[in-house]
């Protein structure tokens, strides 16, 4: 890239939303611009819409996304041992899935020099205005702030939490979200019902072995099934596939299947619409 070459703002629009979201949940300023750096050089390497498919979730899983970033940039240090496997960065994983981390960031250097150059060269231009008020509030020290706080954004109004860098590591196979937060109800075309095989196949093929057990209903054995219901085993599987829709398609086997998020209140009234 030519460092004399003029960046475009305006083709950088959620980029600089989301560079000023990491500074507003309290990341520095500065990590924050390696961070989007780091998201901008995987984009480029083919991996479309992933700083929009990041930017979708809520500060919360904004936030763990950013440490694990951080974690892989640290990585990158010539000093450092750490290998970037999926343990490393399992949110991360996921998200770039089916490609593992390790066939993306198997060569640190050409990697790190890759980040450099999108720091210097674009980051610096196109965050600076951000990074200049963070400058003059203050916020670029990197103190650690009350999530969503004075925002009311993603329902953190006044919860009084914060991001503690000193709590111990989150196990999601441990500290496992709710069954109903970890699951999706299915809906299938009439006449084109899938069986429990074929969607547990389909989705650990898609994001990794995520699914916990799949359950399709089907009162009549003689009458195609209409509907489902599959958990996962982490609850950061139904934000990737959901992101902000109401409802997520797929083909599956050559057949649609619908994806909702389940709702309790319809739990033993039948079809949800």
């Known amino acids: 890239m030519d460092s004399s070459q ?30 989007m750096a780091f998201w901008m050089w995987v984009e480029a390497q083919g991996f479309i819409e992933l700083v929009p498919k990041i ?52 060569d640190k250097d050409v990697v790190s020099e890759g980040v450099s150059e999108v720091h210097n060269q674009v980051c610096g231009v196109l965050f600076k205005d951000v990074f200049e008020e963070g400058d003059k509030s203050g916020k670029t020290e990197g103190s650690v702030t009350e999530v969503g706080e004075g925002s009311g954004k993603d329902g953190n109004e006044g919860s009084g939490k914060t991001l503690n860098p000193f709590a111990k590591e989150w196990d999601p196979a441990v500290e496992r979200a709710p069954e109903e937060d970890r699951c999706l ?7 084109y019902p899938l069986s429990d095989n074929q969607i547990v196949e389909f989705f650990n093929q898609k994001y990794g ?22 958990v996962f085993n982490t609850a950061l599987v139904t934000t990737v596939i959901m992101n902000t829709l109401h409802q997520a398609k797929f083909n599956v086997d050559g057949k649609p299947l619908w994806c909702k ?13």
């Open 185 to 191: 109800f299915l809906t299938f075309s009439n006449g």
């Open 55 to 106: 930017s979708a979730n809520n500060d919360q899983l904004l936030a763990m996304v950013a440490d694990e970033t951080k974690a892989i940039l640290a990585a990158f240090d010539p000093s450092s041992t750490t290998p970037i496997t999926q343990n490393l960065c399992p949110i991360t994983s996921l998200i770039l899935y089916p490609v593992s981390v390790e066939e993306i960031f198997g």
């Open 6 to 35: 003029s960046v475009d703002a305006a083709t950088h629009v959620t980029d600089k939303v989301l560079y000023r979201r990491l500074v507003e949940i309290g990341v520095d300023a500065e990590e924050s611009m390696r961070i």
């Open 209 to 230: 072995p995520c699914v916990e057990r799949v359950y399709v209903h089907k009162p009549d054995p003689n009458a195609p099934a209409l509907f489902g219901k599959i």
């Open 261 to 273: 998020r389940f709702d309790l209140s319809k739990k033993h009234g039948g079809e949800q619409k």
